[in-house]
């Protein structure tokens, strides 16, 4: 079993800036994918970036530009650094980790960007 805990989001305002964080514990296997994903209401839950244990991150064309992934091993730790935000960044965020050809993912933190 892994576990997931995620924390940093919240409200801002048009083109300011959160990060993201998630620890993982747990059976993590050495090499393992983390990333973000996001659900906006009555959207389905779409890929923001990912990153492997090697550090080769992998980000949608929607956040291209704005949003950059990173990783400490030492940690088990996932950032999500979002600058830049648009009101149509406004969703629940969700941590994900791939290992051991298990999926697993956090409860999900939301992301308000209004002003």
């Known amino acids: 079993q892994v576990q997931l805990v995620e924390s940093g989001g919240g409200l801002v305002q048009p083109g300011g800036s959160l990060r993201l964080s998630c620890a993982a514990s747990?059976?993590?296997?050495?090499?393992?994918?983390m990333g973000w994903y996001r659900q906006a209401p009555g959207k389905e839950r779409e890929l923001v970036a990912t990153?492997?244990?090697?550090?080769?991150?992998n980000h949608a064309d929607s956040v291209k530009g704005r949003f950059t992934i990173s990783r400490d091993n030492a940690k088990n730790t996932v950032y999500l650094q979002m600058n830049s935000l648009k009101p149509e960044d406004t969703a629940v965020y969700y941590c994900?980790?791939?290992?051991?050809?298990?999926?697993?993912w956090g409860q999900g933190t939301q992301v308000t960007v209004s002003s």
């Open positions: 990153i492997t244990s090697g550090g080769i991150g």
């Open positions: 994900n980790i791939r290992t051991g050809g298990t999926s697993y």
């Open positions: 747990g059976n993590i296997r050495s090499f393992n994918v």
